[in-house]
């Protein structure tokens, strides 16, 4: 093959788009829907463990909350300077209107939920007494305006933080089948996997 032909050819697959995501973003989108069902088990089973297993679930649950926020961040700043692969063009407009609206609420609630907890046990009126830790490997702040305010404010914002929490999880939970479904109705449904662009 001629110097002129090889340069035409790497200019035309620099010019198409990608039609996979790359491999760090696949990387951080497994991760984040793996620990996301970890921590929906915890979340909601936490209270069917017997007394001796409920702290540990529950600062894994904190971890794992944390963490997540963390690896969102990372994804969207990857995003951000990565495109991400088009959807495929047979999908109807509609359809792909509503992916892009239904990938940003996912996005927006997988900062919120976990920052809401974090919240949520900052303002915990023990809090200063039993330190947050990270996996158990060292001790993570809590946030710290929250947890210096007045304590029967806290308390009170203790309680509403725990209610916005709960309704993030479960507005999390119903985008995340959402998502799964969709993918899976594609996938065996219209016969067009969107799945095989999240894998290597």
């Given at each position: 093959?001629?110097?002129?032909?090889?340069?035409?050819?790497?200019?035309?697959?620099?010019?198409?788009?990608?039609?996979?995501?790359?491999?760090?973003?696949?990387?951080l989108h497994w991760t984040i829907a793996l620990l996301i069902i970890v921590n929906v088990m915890l979340?909601?089973?936490?209270?069917?463990?017997?007394?001796?297993?409920?702290?540990?679930?529950?600062?894994?649950?904190?971890?794992?909350?944390?963490?997540?926020?963390?690896?969102?961040?990372?994804?969207?700043?990857?995003?951000?300077?990565?495109?991400?692969?088009?959807?495929?063009?047979?999908?109807?407009?509609?359809?792909?209107?509503?992916?892009?609206?239904?990938?940003?609420?996912?996005?927006?609630?997988?900062?919120?939920?976990?920052?809401?907890?974090?919240?949520?046990?900052?303002?915990?009126?023990?809090?200063?007494?039993?330190?947050?830790?990270?996996?158990?490997?060292?001790?993570?702040?809590?946030?710290?305006?929250?947890?210096?305010?007045?304590?029967?404010?806290?308390?009170?914002?203790?309680?509403?933080?725990?209610?916005?929490?709960?309704?993030?999880?479960?507005?999390?939970?119903?985008?995340?089948?959402?998502?799964?479904?969709?993918?899976?109705?594609?996938?065996?449904?219209?016969?067009?996997?969107?799945?095989?662009?999240?894998?290597?």
């Amino acid at each position: 093959m001629s110097l002129t032909n090889t340069r035409s050819t790497f200019e035309q697959m620099a010019a198409e788009p990608a039609s996979k995501y790359t491999r760090t973003a696949m990387v951080l989108h497994w991760t984040i829907a793996l620990l996301i069902i970890v921590n929906v088990m915890l979340g909601l089973g936490s209270e069917s463990l017997p007394d001796s297993m409920v702290r540990f679930a529950i600062d894994t649950h904190k971890s794992i909350g944390i963490t997540v926020l963390g690896l969102v961040i990372l994804r969207i700043l990857w995003r951000t300077t990565h495109r991400p692969p088009p959807m495929p063009r047979s999908f109807p407009k509609l359809e792909q209107i509503a992916a892009h609206v239904a990938h940003f609420l996912l996005y927006l609630l997988m900062i919120a939920l976990p920052l809401s907890g974090w919240m949520h046990d900052s303002a915990w009126k023990d809090a200063a007494t039993h330190p947050m830790y990270y996996f158990g490997l060292f001790t993570w702040p809590r946030v710290g305006f929250i947890e210096h305010i007045d304590p029967q404010v806290r308390e009170t914002l203790h309680t509403r933080l725990g209610m916005l929490h709960t309704w993030f999880g479960y507005a999390l939970y119903a985008l995340f089948a959402m998502h799964i479904g969709g993918a899976l109705k594609h996938s065996w449904i219209d016969r067009r996997s969107v799945i095989s662009r999240m894998v290597p």
